[in-house]
């Protein structure tokens, strides 16, 4: 049905009630239920994130030496992970067809890593407990001792400043599970050469470094887990029995 007259119907502007003025505690409390939500589970204070390094467990390590399998198995347990780096940067630039990558352009590559890696703290703060991370900055840091370059400053103030737990553990050369794939474009060889440097990186940093076992993935996951004093490990222990 069509109206006479439409005009009528419409409100003049000046009917228009005004809201009501937000009041501070409400806008406060609107505020923290955003930052509540999930698109803020980080914690960009990175002067704070070094007080909470003894929360930050790293497994490092052999490339190819059976870390990601172990940090699956700690994932499927309850236990808070934060994977690789380093792979996440070259499934995403060989999605898009980007060439940070070891293998075109390697310092950006780790530029990209020593980014993403500061990015995982940020996360891991914020949940309680501690979380399992598989490389990190010291990686990033070996990288550059073992290739002749300069340590970049940020990368430097990184690793002095950002720390993890004291104790690292440290997955060895293991010829019989080391294979390579489209990520992972580089022989043993080359995979043990950078093993020593990153030993050597974390202990000039003043970790202190724990070897994997050559064991399958439930006894390697019960040898962190009885590392670890804390509730959540002996949860995870429980689990594996």
């Not at 080391?178 to 043990?192: K, L, Q, V």
Request: proline share 7%; charged share 25%.
């Amino acid at each position: 049905m069509m109206l006479s007259n439409p005009a009528a119907a419409v409100e003049p502007c000046s009917r228009v009630q005004p809201l009501p003025p937000l009041r501070f505690d409400q806008m406060q409390s609107n505020l923290l239920v955003f930052k509540d939500s999930a698109m803020f589970e980080r914690d960009d204070d990175f002067a704070r994130l070094g007080a909470q390094s003894a929360r930050f467990v790293m497994i490092s390590g052999c490339s190819g030496g059976g870390k990601s399998t172990l940090l699956a198995a700690l994932r499927s347990r309850g236990v808070a992970v934060q994977p690789e780096p380093g792979r996440q940067i070259v499934r995403e630039q060989l999605f898009i067809g980007g060439d940070a990558l070891p293998w075109a352009d390697v310092e950006s590559f780790v530029r990209l890593v020593v980014s993403r890696a500061m990015n995982q703290l940020a996360e891991a703060a914020v949940h309680e407990g501690f979380t399992v991370f598989d490389r990190g900055l010291v990686d990033a840091f070996a990288w550059f001792r073992t290739s002749g370059r300069a340590v970049p400053p940020p990368l430097a103030e990184a690793v002095r400043r950002l720390r993890y737990a004291d104790t690292v553990f440290m997955a060895p050369p293991w010829r019989a599970i080391f294979h390579e794939d489209a990520e992972r474009r580089h022989g043993f060889t080359e995979a043990e050469a950078e093993y020593h440097g990153l030993v050597e990186a974390y202990q000039a940093l003043g970790y202190s470094l724990i070897e994997l076992p050559r064991v399958d993935v439930d006894t390697r996951l019960r040898f962190v887990m009885e590392r670890l004093p804390a509730p959540q490990a002996k949860s995870a222990i429980d689990r594996v029995s």
